[in-house]
T-cell receptor, first 114, second 112 residues
Framework: DAGVIQSPRHEVTEMGQEVTLRCKPISGHNSLFWYRQTMMRGLELLIYFNNNVPIDDSGMPEDRFSAKMPNASFSTLKIQPSEPRDSAVYFC????????????FGPGTRLLVL | AQSVTQLDSHVSVSEGTPVLLRCNYSSSYSPSLFWYVQHPNKGLQLLLKYTSAATLVKGINGFEAEFKKSETSFHLTKPSAHMSDAAEYFCVVSDQGGKLIFGQGTELSVKP
């Protein structure tokens, strides 16, 4: 298996622009997680899905952030409009089932908002 | 609520010497505990996992961790450090819904 796939790996954009991050979970995994990692705040869970349904989005910073999972093999995290404080590494992870615990992480998308 | 505390933000060892990365947890029930490793500019990789079976858990690359309920600890050890072990290590506890709660991380440096 190719593991969790994220794209793009790097993104540089200007403040106010829309940013879309993409994730393909491991085939057969039913749970998908979006994290943000910064030096100041460490790893933060933004949102997670079970069977394509958002379960907990309490970590989403504000309305500028939105996430979708239209099918079992694809998810997006969108920031509109982007701000410099959104600069971070965004990770997607998947697990076989909710509560199973072990999560498999993608390589991350490094976002820089100028 | 579940939480983890990594007692050292940075640990430095010489190649060939033992590694000890300390972690204490807090949980209202029998927890699932993990150690993940993150190499520079990479994603996180699972090192090992404890889920109430054997208290001594063996992981990849020669790492192991011991669950000690009386001390609420889950320290990560390795008998002999290798240069390739230099990375950031995260102690993690899982809540009952499968959400992972991460510690702040310990950066391990390995000197030649």
């Amino acid at each position: 298996d190719a593991g969790v796939i994220q794209s793009p790996r790097h993104e540089v954009t200007e403040m106010g622009q829309e940013v879309t991050l993409r994730c393909k979970p491991i085939s057969g995994h039913n749970s998908l997680f979006w994290y943000r990692q910064t030096m100041m705040r460490g790893l933060e869970l933004l949102i997670y899905f079970n069977n394509n349904v958002p379960i907990d989005d309490s970590g989403m910073p504000e309305d500028r952030f939105s996430a979708k999972m239209p099918n079992a093999s694809f998810s997006t995290l969108k920031i509109q409009p982007s701000e410099p404080r959104d600069s971070a590494v965004y990770f997607c992870a998947s697990s076989f089932r909710a509560g199973e615990g072990t999560q498999y992480f993608g390589p991350g998308t490094r976002l820089l908002v100028l | 609520a579940q939480s983890v505390t990594q007692l050292d933000s940075h640990v430095s060892v010489s190649e060939g010497t033992p590694v000890l990365l300390r972690c204490n947890y807090s949980s209202s029930y029998s927890p699932s505990l993990f150690w993940y490793v993150q190499h520079p500019n990479k994603g996180l990789q699972l090192l090992l996992k404890y889920t109430s079976a054997a208290t001594l858990v063996k992981g990849i690359n020669g790492f192991e961790a011991e669950f000690k309920k009386s001390e609420t600890s889950f320290h990560l050890t390795k008998p002999s450090a290798h240069m390739s072990d230099a990375a950031e290590y995260f102690c993690v506890v899982s809540d009952q819904g499968g959400k992972l709660i991460f510690g702040q991380g310990t950066e391990l440096s390995v000197k030649p």
